[in-house]
C-alpha cells in the first residue's frame, strides 16, 4: 500500500468511526463559486511535540460536472491530496492543469493558488482527500479568490 493510500484509508477510517472535526457535519459545507461540490473537514488532531499545528482532513466530492471556485488555503497550510475515487482535474499556480486518477496525489505549498479544481468526468462522481498540517489560529482552510 503506497503511503497516500495509508493516509487517506487512516483518515477515512477514523471519520467513520465517528471521529468528526467539532462543527463538521456530515453534508459537508458548499464554498461561494462552486458548482456540484461540497467540502466536509473529517479529521482534526493537535500534532504531538510541535504546539499551535494541526493535523486535518478534509474530504471535497464533485458530483459529474462539479468544480470548486479558484482559491488559496490558510497562510500556513501545507496539503497533500489524494484522489479517492474518479479523476479531478487541478492547476497550481501557473504549472500545467493535470488529471489526476484514483490514488494520486499533489502537494500545496503555503501561498500556493489553486486556480482550477474540478471533476474530470462529466458523468461519474469524484472524490478527493486533502491532508492539511496547519497552524491552529488559522480556522478558514479555503479562501475562493474574489471576483
Known amino acids: 500500500m503506497t503511503m497516500s493510500a495509508a493516509v487517506a484509508a487512516f483518515l477515512l477510517t477514523t471519520a467513520n468511526a465517528g471521529a468528526q472535526a467539532p462543527g463538521s457535519s456530515d453534508r459537508g459545507i458548499t464554498l461561494p463559486g462552486s458548482k456540484n461540490a461540497k467540502v466536509t473537514q473529517v479529521y482534526q488532531h493537535a500534532l504531538p511535540g510541535i504546539p499551535g499545528k494541526s493535523l486535518k482532513g478534509v474530504v471535497v466530492e464533485y458530483g459529474p460536472g462539479g468544480y470548486s471556485p479558484s482559491h488559496k488555503h490558510a497562510k500556513s497550510a501545507i496539503i497533500y491530496a489524494t484522489v479517492i475515487e474518479g479523476a479531478v482535474r487541478s ?11 484514483t490514488g494520486q496525489n499533489w502537494t500545496e505549498m503555503p501561498g500556493d493558488h489553486h486556480c482550477v479544481s474540478a471533476n474530470a468526468s462529466q458523468t461519474q462522481p469524484a472524490k478527493i482527500l486533502a491532508v492539511f498540517v496547519v497552524d491552529d489560529v488559522d480556522a478558514e482552510l479555503t479562501i475562493p479568490d474574489k471576483r
Open 91 to 101: 492547476q497550481v499556480n501557473d504549472g500545467s492543469e493535470v488529471t489526476y486518477q
